[in-house]
């Protein structure tokens, strides 16, 4: 069975920070990306970072860069979110995601985790 597994969200204070962990099963870890999206209530889900396993090249969105850090440990086949410098507008439930290369595009991932809630407070 195929499972991605979040945590490590909660309530920070702004400029504050958390680390997002993505558990992932069930499939060959090394031959997929793993994307970190979230979505803030009215919204869309949005891109925020992208790490690819086999090579380790990272995507961020422009929103997060310079203050997410993206990392794989492979032998535990674990992605973590580095969150730091957070502000309010980073509110959402985070999801993570694999595909087969970092893509924009949604529909292009195959596996979706259950997400988990960042709240930043001003």
């Known amino acids: 069975e195929v499972q991605l597994v979040e945590s490590g969200g909660g309530l920070v204070q702004a400029g504050g920070s958390l680390r997002l962990s993505c558990a992932a099963s069930g499939f060959t870890f090394d031959d997929y990306a793993i994307g970190w999206f979230r979505q803030a209530p009215g919204k869309e889900r949005e891109g925020v970072s992208c790490i690819s396993s086999s090579d380790g090249s990272t995507y961020y969105a422009d929103s997060v860069k310079g203050r997410f850090t993206i990392s794989s440990d492979n032998a535990k086949n674990t992605v973590y979110l580095q969150m730091n410098s957070l502000k309010p507008e980073d509110t959402a439930v985070y999801y993570c995601?694999?595909?087969?290369?970092?893509?924009?595009?949604?529909?292009?991932?195959?596996?979706w985790g259950q997400g988990t809630q960042v709240t930043v407070s001003s």
């Open positions: 995601a694999a595909v087969l290369r970092c893509s924009q595009r949604l529909y292009e991932y195959d596996y």
